[in-house]
């Protein structure tokens, strides 16, 4: 299957980078972009070729993934609509906040379409893709989606296209509220005495074990704090504080904000 990307940045380079390591072969890979050096620099590390006219990119490819802003989506899908009616084509929009059926505006009524939600850890293989089938996407089509974006780390199928804005307030925003905790740690630790390398470290790594542990031990993460907190000790007397701090409502709130906020700039992009 030949797959075609549209929008040669971050996103693209990471996707590419993750399929040639799986063994897709470089010769199934076209890359559209304006940019010569973006070109040469995928064709330098994965041996992709590439061009800067998406309409050709569009023709050739059996599964075209849209990987450029949204801002410049509608501009970029008007454009390659004619290619796509010429035979049947799976398109891949991995814009953030654009919507199924502004895509089938711009680029024609009929045409199959996924969204893909991905995540900044995805440009190190280690993200997490939420996707919606869109009308005409088929059995088939699900696996190639899947197949694609798998290639960045994991994935999970919405139901509901709605549900994308919350997937954007968990898991597309989601990076930096761990951050912003990895941030908090390190300063606490300094203000405790830490040398402030080895608070950064103690804090990072700390993310990691427990990132990887609620990955992969099979227990709730509930089980999992229960299980550190003996009573009377430490952590029961750190999570009194932030349990009285209400920090469980100020997430529900947070993630509320970004929910509204991603349903308002999809109501943006998609106006033109
Ligand atoms: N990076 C993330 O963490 C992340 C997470 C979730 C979703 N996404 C989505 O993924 C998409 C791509 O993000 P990204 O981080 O890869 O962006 P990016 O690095 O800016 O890549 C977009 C590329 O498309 C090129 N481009 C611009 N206009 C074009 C046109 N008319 N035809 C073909 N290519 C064109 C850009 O060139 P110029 O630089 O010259 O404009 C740039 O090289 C975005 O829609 C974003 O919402 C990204």
New binding site residues.
């Given amino acids: 299957m030949r797959i075609a990307f549209?929008?040669?940045?971050?996103?693209?380079?990471s996707l590419v980078g993750g399929l040639v390591r799986r063994g897709t072969p470089a010769g199934d890979l076209w890359v559209?972009?304006?940019?010569t050096a973006?070109l040469e620099r995928l064709a330098r590390e994965f041996g992709v070729r590439g061009g800067?006219d998406?309409r050709e990119a569009a023709r050739e490819a059996d599964l075209v993934v849209?990987?450029?802003?949204?801002q410049?989506?509608a501009?970029?899908a008007r454009?390659i609509a004619t290619q796509l009616t010429e035979r049947r084509r799976v398109v891949v929009?991995?814009?953030?906040?654009?919507r199924l059926a502004d895509l089938a505006r711009w680029l024609g009524a009929g045409i199959p379409i996924a969204r893909a939600?991905?995540?900044?850890p995805?440009?190190i293989g280690a993200?997490i893709t939420a996707l919606y089938g869109g009308n005409g996407i088929t059995v088939r089509d699900r696996d190639d989606v899947e197949a694609l974006m798998s290639a960045a780390g994991a994935t999970v199928w919405l139901d509901q296209e709605s549900q994308m804005d919350a997937v954007t307030a968990i898991s597309?925003s989601g990076p930096a509220y761990f951050f912003l905790l990895i941030e908090a740690l390190e300063a606490a630790g300094i203000a405790a005495g830490l040398p402030a390398g080895t608070a950064r470290r103690l804090a990072v790594e700390t993310a990691r074990g427990a990132g990887l542990m609620a990955a992969e031990s099979g227990e709730t993460p509930a089980a999992l704090r229960e299980q550190v907190t003996s009573r009377g000790g430490t952590t029961a007397a750190a999570l009194e504080v932030l349990e009285a701090a209400a920090m469980r409502d100020t997430f529900g709130r947070a993630v509320a904000a970004a929910t509204r906020r991603s349903a308002q700039l999809a109501d943006q992009f998609g106006g033109t």
């Fill in positions: 549209i929008g040669g940045g971050n996103m693209t380079t559209s972009d304006p940019v973006q800067a998406n849209l990987a450029v802003k949204p410049q989506m501009d970029v454009g929009s991995i814009a953030a906040g654009i939600m991905p995540n900044r995805a440009l993200g597309g």
